[in-house]
T-cell receptor, first 112, second 112 residues
Framework: GDSVTQMEGPVTLSEEAFLTINCTYTATGYPSLFWYVQYPGEGLQLLLKATKADDKGSNKGFEATYRKETTSFHLEKGSVQVSDSAVYFCALSDYTGNQFYFGTGTSLTVIP | DAGVTQSPTHLIKTRGQQVTLRCSPKSGHDTVSWYQQALGQGPQFIFQYYEEEERQRGNFPDRFSGHQFPNYSSELNVNALLLGDSALYLC???????????FGNGTRLTVT
């Protein structure tokens, strides 16, 4: 069945460091891929998405490229800020577009 | 523009009891999905409602049931509660297939 695997945390970085959170997926067909973020005390929010191979999603300085050949959708940011501290979830929507599969989440803490 | 609202925010029930959780979707959205998020895990799909019918269901027992009303709001019902049902229950609304999910802040259910 469909699934998402993302790197385990927690991840702790200094401000202005480079961030990569790895995400790989298994899916039937051609899913859409998403990154969601959950800030402390808040609900899940969409960070970025990509709907087909080689698409790059971007938002708030974060980027992720849909790599069909490696079934990956790694999240990157060139220079993290303290305000980026949150839990990040990689997700895909199945071939129906109705059901989303989420990874287990990666907790990021950015220290000044 | 109101986002997704859920009620109540917290709930404590005893094993064997029944519970009803409520959700109002984001304005303009016609589809409501319910997810269960156990501590330290990603959300897991319970089911999705569209046009007042269950359109798709995840791997959850029949003890989990739902309803969608003409105004697109939705309820999640869980019968014969088990200790393992303790989790954060998330409601998400969307417009159309493959469209990003907009999440509420969730209902924290504790079964004792």
């Amino acid at each position: 069945g469909d699934s998402v695997t993302q790197m385990e945390g927690p991840v702790t970085l200094s401000e202005e460091a480079f961030l990569t959170i790895n995400c790989t997926y298994t899916a039937t067909g051609y899913p859409s891929l998403f990154w969601y973020v959950q800030y402390p005390g808040e609900g899940l929010q969409l960070l970025l998405k990509a709907t087909k191979a080689d698409d790059k999603g971007s938002n708030k300085g974060f980027e992720a490229t849909y790599r069909k050949e490696t079934t990956s959708f790694h999240l990157e940011k060139g220079s993290v800020q303290v305000s980026d501290s949150a839990v990040y979830f990689c997700a895909l929507s199945d071939y129906t577009g109705n059901q989303f599969y989420f990874g287990t989440g990666t907790s990021l803490t950015v220290i000044p | 523009d109101a986002g997704v609202t859920q009620s109540p925010t917290h709930l404590i029930k005893t094993r064997g009891q029944q519970v009803t959780l409520r959700c109002s979707p984001k304005s303009g959205h016609d589809t409501v999905s319910w997810y269960q998020q156990a501590l330290g895990q990603g959300p897991q799909f319970i089911f999705q409602y569209y046009e007042e019918e269950e359109r798709q269901r995840g791997n959850f027992p029949d003890r989990f049931s739902g309803h969608q009303f003409p105004n697109y709001s939705s309820e999640l019902n869980v019968n014969a509660l088990l200790l393992g049902d303790s989790a954060l229950y998330l409601c998400a609304s969307s417009l159309g297939r493959n469209s990003p999910l907009h999440f509420g802040n969730g209902t924290r259910l504790t079964v004792t």
